[in-house]
């Protein structure tokens, strides 16, 4: 008789609180739709999260659709994937409201997304921020995954998931699968390009040295080119990170579109300033981005197929979420309805 040997699960998510940057490629996208054949995948949109910050309403559903439409153009082939949209999962509220009480004060003031956040929102530290990662924990663990694939700046919330889900285990027996994160070794932090100490992140204006994923040829081939490097005197193209940031960067974005290592890239430039280097990055970013671009502008325009993936996603979403939480309601002592 064939042995049925199930495929290990794997779930991961973004919000659509901005565009997608290259960061959010590199550091996630690109890594889901890789291993889609091994895993079995959920990803989904996180809007449920992406209101912790306030958001213009038309512009969340519209950035939340294009983002369906990027997966999908980023290889994440609907009939392989479970693509879903959060809020269309009521089991995340309940479950996370659920792990709110699993999750203690001290632990969520330690984040450092919560500190970085509410030093940047001063005007709206509400308490969504602050229980985030109480939510992140509930996307997660309602799915049983083996495997959360994220980018560096997430691991800290998915080791808290670790915590909680070990917290409840403990007292209620195994319900919850105690997940590990995957994080890329190439392209796990893309910095900005014009200030490579800092993340590059989607939530910032254009100045601030992001690429978007549905950026013009034009438009990343100008960022690259204002891209800041070193103000050493070297202008050689070499992979030093605490020394020279900037072009450590550039490396890391270069690497992850070429598949080339580092030594291979520092060959290939042996003599080539800095001012060489960085439209030769843009130009592999172009051509790399351009059929991602092109799939997801066609994909745009076809909201019949988007809603119909969606629709099928929360099917099968809602399925597996239904049944953990039907599991915790019991252990937590709640009367069956
Ligand atoms: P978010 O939306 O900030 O980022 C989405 C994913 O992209 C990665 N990422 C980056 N990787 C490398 N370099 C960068 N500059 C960069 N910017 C973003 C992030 O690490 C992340 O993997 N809370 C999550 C969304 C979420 C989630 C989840 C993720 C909600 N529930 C459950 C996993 C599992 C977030 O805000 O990611």
């Known amino acids: 008789m064939e042995e049925i040997v199930s495929k290990k699960r794997m779930l991961s998510g973004i919000k659509p609180s901005g565009d997608l940057t290259l960061g959010s490629y590199l550091g996630a996208v690109k890594n889901w739709a890789e291993r889609a054949d091994q895993y079995e995948c959920f990803y989904f949109m996180a809007d449920l999260h992406a209101i912790t910050v306030r958001q213009n309403p038309a512009d969340l559903r519209r950035r939340t659709l294009e983002q369906l439409a990027q997966y999908i153009a980023c290889g994440l082939d609907p009939e392989k994937n479970t693509l879903f949209i959060q809020s269309h999962i009521h089991q995340h509220a309940e479950l996370g409201w659920i792990l709110d009480c699993y999750s203690m004060f001290g632990e969520l003031s330690r984040m450092t997304q919560f500190k970085d956040k509410s030093a940047k929102n001063e005007e709206n530290i509400n308490a969504g921020l602050f229980t ?9 663990l309602l799915y049983q995954p083996d495997l959360v694939p994220v980018g ?31 994080v890329p070794k190439v392209g796990a932090r893309i910095m900005s390009l014009t200030n490579p100490t800092a993340k590059m992140s989607k939530s910032e204006n254009e100045d601030t040295g992001r690429v978007l994923l549905m950026d013009p040829p034009e438009v990343i081939m100008k960022q690259f080119k204002r891209a800041i490097t070193d103000s ?11 020394n020279k940031p900037g072009v450590a960067n550039l490396m890391t974005i270069y690497s992850a579109v070429t598949g080339k290592t580092y030594e291979e890239i520092e060959n290939e430039f042996i003599g080539c300033g800095y001012g060489k280097f960085k439209p030769m990055v843009g130009e592999a970013v172009v051509e790399h981005l351009r059929p991602i671009r092109e799939e997801a502008q066609r994909l745009m325009k076809d909201k019949a197929y988007l ?8 099917e099968k979403a809602s399925y597996v979420a239904e049944k953990t939480l039907r599991k915790v309601y019991k252990k937590v002592g709640f009367v069956a309805k």
């Open 232 to 242: 050493d005197t070297e202008n050689c193209v070499r992979y030093d990170k605490v």
């Open 152 to 182: 560096e700046d997430q691991k800290q919330h998915v080791e808290l998931t670790h915590v909680i889900a070990r917290r409840f285990n403990g007292i209620y027996g195994e319900v919850f699968k105690i997940p590990e994160p995957f």
């Open 307 to 314: 809603e119909s993936v969606y629709r099928d996603g929360a």
């Open 132 to 140: 985030y990662p109480s939510l992140m924990a509930a996307d997660i």
